[in-house]
C-alpha cells in the first residue's frame, strides 16, 4: 500500500519533499505504475529526464552490459565511454571540449568556474561577475543558487558567492546597462524551464550573442531542461541559429541515470590546466553508456522533426482550450517544452490529474508543465487534453 511507505518515508527521510501520494514502483515508455497497480500516463518525464521514455530498451540494454563490463573507475584512467560520449557530445553542439559531471548545477558550477577561470586568465578581467536572468534556475549549490534570483530559494542560505547580478529574461536593453568591465559571464537558458516555461524571443539569443562578442563575455547556455531533444532539436539554441561558448547539460542526458555535461570552446578549455577542476564520478563508464545510448535514441527520435510536430499538435490543443475556460492566460513552449499559465495556483489541478492517471506538474505557482517523453503520441496527448477539459469543465461550475 502507498501510506505504509509514506510513513516510513516521513519517518526516514528529510522532509524537504512535498511529494504528490503515490509510490512509484515500475515505467515503461509513456507509462509509469504505482504500488497499487494504478497506471499513469507520464507528463513530466522526472521534470525532464526520461525524454526517450522510462526503461528504453536500448537504454536498459547499454547500463546492463556496461554494468557487467565496468562500472566505476578514475579520472585518473582513460575509460572508452567517456571518450565516445565527449566525441558524440562534441560532434553534435558545435564545440570543442566536453566534461562530465553527475547534475544540473554541477555542469553550471564547472561552467561558472571555467568562465571565470579564463577571464581573469585569458582575458585579464578581474572580478568574476556573472549575469543570469529573473526566473532562471540554474541549481541549488551555493554558487548556482547566487545565479538564480528567487528569494524563496535563497532564502536563510546567505552568505551566498558574490559577483551575481540579475536582469529581465528576454531585455536585451537591460542585459547592455548591466554590463560593465568585470562581466566575465552571461548565463541564460533558451526556454527557462522552473521560471514557467518562457521561451527567448526570435532575436533575442541573438543579440546576446552579439553582445558578448562585442564585450569579450562567456556566453553560457544552461541547456539542462531545454536540451537533449526537448525542443525538437537536440540544442534548444539551434532553433536561433546562435551557438555559445559553453553550454551545461544534465537531466535526460543520461536517459535517467545521474549525468551532467559541460560542453565548451578550446578557447575556454585551454585556460584549464591538470587540477583545475574534477569529480570522483564525473563521466564514469556506466553513466557514460548510458548516456551515449540515451544521445542516439535522442537523434532518432528528433529527426524529419517529428519532435517539433508533437509539440505543435499538442500546443494547439491547449489553445483549443484557451478559447473554452477564460482562466487560462496563455499557452507557451517550443517542441515539447509546455506550459499553460492560468489565473490561479494550479497545485490542485495536478492532484485532479493525478488521480485521473495523468502526471503533470505546476511551476511557478501559476504555470501547468509539460515534459512529456519525446516518444509520446498524439493517442496520450488526446486523452490528457480530454482529462484536463474535464477537470477544467469542474472549476468552472464552483
Ligand atoms: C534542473 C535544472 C538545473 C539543476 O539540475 P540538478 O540536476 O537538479 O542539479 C539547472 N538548470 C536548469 C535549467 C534546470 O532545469
Avoid at 568591465?181 to 543579440?207: M, R, S
Amino acid at each position: 500500500m502507498n501510506e505504509n511507505w509514506i510513513e516510513l518515508e516521513k519517518k526516514y527521510h528529510l522532509q524537504i519533499y512535498g511529494r504528490l501520494p503515490v509510490v512509484l514502483v515500475e515505467g515503461r515508455g509513456m507509462e509509469v505504475y504505482d504500488i497499487n497497480g494504478k497506471k499513469y500516463y507520464d507528463f513530466l518525464a522526472g521534470i525532464g529526464v526520461n525524454n526517450v521514455g522510462h526503461c528504453h530498451p536500448k537504454v536498459v540494454e547499454a547500463i546492463k552490459k556496461q554494468a557487467e563490463t565496468l562500472i566505476h573507475t578514475s579520472n585518473i584512467y582513460y575509460t572508452i565511454p567517456q571518450i565516445k560520449l565527449a566525441k558524440k557530445l562534441v560532434e553534435l553542439s558545435g564545440l570543442d571540449k566536453a566534461f562530465f559531471c553527475n547534475s544540473g548545477a554541477e555542469a553550471n558550477e564547472g561552467a561558472i568556474k571555467f568562465a571565470r577561470k579564463y577571464a581573469s586568465k585569458v582575458l585579464g578581467k578581474d572580478g568574476g561577475e556573472i549575469i543570469s536572468m529573473y526566473n532562471a534556475f540554474h541549481g541549488r549549490t551555493l554558487t548556482t543558487l547566487a545565479a538564480t534570483p528567487k528569494p524563496k530559494y535563497q532564502e536563510g542560505f546567505h552568505p551566498l558567492p558574490q559577483g551575481f547580478k540579475y536582469v529581465p529574461f528576454n531585455d536585451l536593453e537591460a542585459l547592455k546597462e548591466s554590463i560593465s568591465n568585470k562581466t566575465c559571464a552571461i548565463i541564460v537558458e533558451p526556454v527557462q524551464g522552473e521560471g514557467g516555461i518562457n521561451v527567448a524571443d526570435k532575436d533575442y539569443l541573438k543579440g546576446v550573442r552579439d553582445l558578448c562578442d562585442d564585450k569579450n563575455i562567456v556566453l553560457i547556455f544552461d541547456e539542462v531542461q531545454c536540451g537533449m531533444g526537448r525542443t525538437g532539436k537536440m540544442f534548444a539554441y539551434e532553433h536561433y541559429g546562435v551557438k555559445p561558448d559553453i553550454v551545461t547539460l544534465a537531466k535526460a542526458l543520461g536517459g535517467g541515470v545521474p549525468i551532467g555535461a559541460v560542453i565548451l570552446k578550446e578557447e575556454i578549455g585551454k585556460a584549464l590546466n591538470y587540477g583545475d577542476h574534477g569529480t570522483t564520478f564525473g563521466g564514469n563508464p556506466l553513466a557514460c553508456s548510458a548516456a551515449l545510448a540515451s544521445v542516439e535514441v535522442i537523434e532518432e527520435l528528433i529527426k524529419d522533426n517529428k519532435v517539433i510536430e508533437k509539440g505543435d499538435y499538442f500546443i494547439q490543443k491547449l489553445k483549443n482550450l484557451k478559447e473554452k475556460y477564460d482562466f487560462i492566460k496563455e499557452v507557451r513552449g517550443l517542441g515539447l517544452m509546455i506550459g499553460t499559465e492560468l489565473e490561479f495556483n494550479g497545485s490542485e489541478i495536478v492532484k485532479k490529474m493525478l488521480e485521473r492517471g495523468f502526471l503533470i506538474n505546476c511551476t511557478s505557482d501559476v504555470v501547468l508543465r509539460f515534459l512529456p517523453p519525446l516518444i509520446v503520441e498524439k493517442e496520450h496527448i488526446d486523452s490528457l487534453i480530454d482529462a484536463l477539459d474535464d477537470v477544467f469543465s469542474k472549476i468552472e461550475q464552483k
